[in-house]
Each structure stands twice: as structure tokens, then as C-alpha cells.
DNA sequence: GGGGGTTGGTTCGGGTTCGAACAACTGGGT
DNA sequence: ACCCAGTTGTTCGAACCCGAACCAACCCCC
């Protein structure tokens, strides 16, 4: 019952400072990836996904729960992806619901394409200007934090 | 030079993270609002920001630089919160094209009322969870990324 | 005072996102 | 064999957000 209405000064400037860079690098990375290849950052994102996948290809489902989106925001994008050409839709043998999405060859081009400017675009934003100590301890948070959420998305 | 094209292991696995919890505390966060107190999560940021300026006011391009939004994006917002009763609209007494948003007595009350909520839902996802070190290590991380992030956002 | 560059805020059009509803299908228990 | 709860992916309506275009007003400097 010691619990406070409001947060102390300590956590109210991180979790604004959490708000803000997230805010910040988020738009920097849509505009980036936007000018340089014509893709959104979720669009990326589906990109990777089915690239670390075998054979570069995975369920609607699978997508979606890895990813950060709705699975109704997953079925546009990937309708936009088809439409580019980056990805293929496949029906699933074991499963006449389950759809497949395919990296198509021009699929991994383009992402072969846009992977070293968006790398350098986070390591420029994200890593560096942080010294080695510093990034060490704001991993370490960040992956406790994701760990404490796993409980909280399922 | 010998920058590398991809991002190696640590700073891959603390990029996800970064995203991650982003998407994932912000999920969280808008559900719990909207669900509380029937307010998106940018629309209270916006009652946040008036209320901590002298008198509750602001003038609207204040409101959008400090905040997270465009400068039409927040144009919408007000309009909502005004319709909703919670923000009322001024002219600027020293400058005739400027628009001061203020928080009415509504505005007042249902901030009030959302704060315990929204500062328990933060606590429990963003600072439980973390020791004292690490939260400090991240607290740490994230102040020095902003400030190096202020440079690229001017 | 009276231009020219800048700023303040709104409007507009398009793209993106979400949740809820939906239909088709699965799998396990009986 | 059958039923029923749970899953899968799409569709639909609405909300949201952004950048570009825009007009009006400011500033400042000659």
C-alpha cells in the first residue's frame, strides 16, 4: 500500500527517455529505410524474419507472433509484399488453413540490398556512443525487461 | 572501412530487444489506457505535458516538439481531446497564428484519475523486475542515447 | 514602412494499424 | 462417427498518423 500514485523522478526520466528514443530512432529507421529501398520498417522486419527462417519461409502465424504486429496487420503487409514481388504466398501441406509466405528471389535481393544501410543506420543511432561498459549494462535491462514481458504478452 | 554490413551478435539480440519491448510495453500500455480511461497513449501524453507546463498551457508547437508526433498529428489529437471536453483551445495573446491548448477542469480530473493506473502498469512492466544495478545501468543507456539522439533529430 | 524569408497551425489525401466478426478447418474426447 | 472447443487467416470499419501543400502572420533589415 506504500505504492506510489506516481513514479519518482529516477523512473518518470527513464521511461520518458524510453518513449522518446524509441519515438526518435523509430521515425529516423522508417525514413531510412523508406528512402533507401522503398520499404517500411515492418515491411523489413517480415523481410528478416522469413530470411532467418529455412528456406526463407514461415506461417502467417508464425510471423505475427514473433513479430510486432496484429495477424490483420500481418495480411496486409504481406498482401503489400506480394504485390511488390518480395514474397509468395503458399498453401500449407500439412494444414488447409495455414498459409505459407516465401521470400521470392527478388525478395532476398532487395533485403540483400537494404541490409547494410539499415545497419549502419542502427549501429550509428543505437550503438554507437556508448561505451562498451554502457551498452553492456543497457542490454543486460533491456534483456531482463523483454524477459519479465514474455509473461506478459502470452 | 571495416565496418561490417550486419550487426553482430550482441548488438543483433540488443536491437530485437530495443523493438521488442518497444512494441510490446506500448501494446500494453495503450490496452490499459484505453481500457481505463477511454484515452489513447498520445493523448495522454498530451494531458501529461499541459498539466506539467505553468497553468496547464501550452502553445501547440511547444506541445509538439517536446511530444512524440507530428505537427498534424497533434492538430488531430487536440481536436479530439477538445471534443472530448478535456482541452480547450485559446488564441495566443502575443502572437495572432498561435493556438494555446489548455486543460480544463475535466482535463484535470480524468488525468488524475488515469495517473495511478497508467504509473502502476509502468512500474510493473518497465522498473519491477530490474534490480536497483541494472536499472540504473539501463536508466544510463537510454539518457546517453537520447542525448547523442538529439543531435540527428535537430 | 514595406518586401522576402521564416514560422504556426490547419487541411487534405493516402497509407497503416487495430480489434471484432467471420468462415473454414483441425484435433481430441466420447 | 461425431461433436465441440480452439485455431487460422481474411475482411471490414474505424481510428490514427504522417508529409506536403497551404494561408496567414511574424520578423528583420534596409
Chains 1, 2 share one sequence.
Not at 529505410?33 to 527462417?53: N, T
Not at 554502457?134 to 524477459?147: D, N, Q, R, T, W
Request: glycine share 10%; net charge negative.
Amino acid at each position: 500500500m506504500d505504492e506510489p500514485a506516481w513514479l519518482d523522478e529516477h523512473e518518470l526520466s527513464a521511461w520518458q527517455a524510453f518513449l522518446a528514443t524509441g519515438a526518435i530512432i523509430n521515425r529516423l529507421v522508417e525514413q531510412q529505410l523508406k528512402d533507401d529501398s522503398g520499404l517500411s520498417h515492418s515491411q523489413y522486419e517480415v523481410l528478416v524474419r522469413l530470411a532467418d527462417a529455412p528456406d526463407g519461409e514461415l506461417r502467417m502465424t508464425e510471423l505475427a507472433g514473433a513479430a510486432f504486429t496484429s495477424k490483420s496487420g500481418l495480411t496486409y503487409q504481406v498482401a503489400q509484399l506480394e504485390k511488390a514481388g518480395l514474397v509468395r504466398r503458399r498453401a500449407c501441406p500439412t494444414d488447409v488453413r495455414g498459409v505459407i509466405a516465401s521470400l521470392t528471389d527478388e525478395g532476398w535481393a532487395v533485403l540483400r540490398a537494404a541490409a547494410p544501410g539499415h545497419a549502419a543506420l542502427v549501429r550509428e543511432l543505437f550503438v554507437s556512443g556508448l561505451s562498451r561498459e554502457e551498452f553492456a549494462g543497457f542490454a543486460a535491462g533491456l534483456s531482463a525487461l523483454l524477459g519479465r514481458l514474455s509473461v506478459h504478452a502470452g
